[in-house]
């Protein structure tokens, strides 16, 4: 039925968009992404409830509402969170990378992409369409190009501090 989504916590109906959140399964606070990896239907109390915390203390939250009740909260919809932590926590920790944001930064911190392009001998490529086609690590920045005739993304490595390349790879 079109418009009806089920809390992944408590499992209630949630009738959209009244009442529905998206549930970050780890939270953008902590390194989570936005993709639908990390994103899980949820009401809009089970989302405020949990807030940022982690399924461990989620999970000790819940048991300690089971012991002395939790307003807007039956028994059973208490046993039910308790059962979908877990199915979540396996999930969580088989998904892994999928559902942690990639470090990237602003184009225009490695000068601009377009004069590396021309300095390199990269005219033929773009940018690539993919989430962050821009990153970086501790000494190194990484651009993922794609070529305009053929398609395929080449990754190239600069050194941060001379903007030279330090390899160049193809996917």
């Not at 199915?87 to 225009?108: C, D, F, M, N, P």
């Amino acid at each position: 039925m079109p418009g009806i989504e089920f809390c992944c916590y408590c499992g209630r109906i949630i009738v959209f968009p009244l009442e529905l959140t998206n549930e970050h399964l780890v939270p953008v606070s902590k390194g989570g992404n936005n993709t639908l990896y990390n994103k899980r239907p949820c009401c809009n109390k089970c989302n405020t409830w949990r807030g940022n915390l982690t399924f461990e203390l989620f999970e000790l939250r819940v048991k300690a509402a089971l012991r002395v009740g939790r307003k807007g909260y039956n028994l059973q919809d208490l046993q039910a969170m308790l059962e979908n932590i877990q199915y979540i926590k396996h999930y969580v920790a088989t998904a892994g990378e999928k559902l942690l944001r990639q470090k990237s930064y602003h184009l225009h911190t490695v000068r601009s992409v377009g004069t590396l392009k021309k300095k390199h001998g990269l005219a033929g490529y773009k940018v690539a369409d993919i989430g962050h086609p821009v990153y970086e690590t501790e000494d190194r920045y990484y651009i993922v190009l794609e070529s305009l005739k053929e398609g395929k993304p080449v990754e190239i490595r600069f050194y941060k501090e001379t903007l030279e390349p330090f390899i160049k790879l193809t996917k």
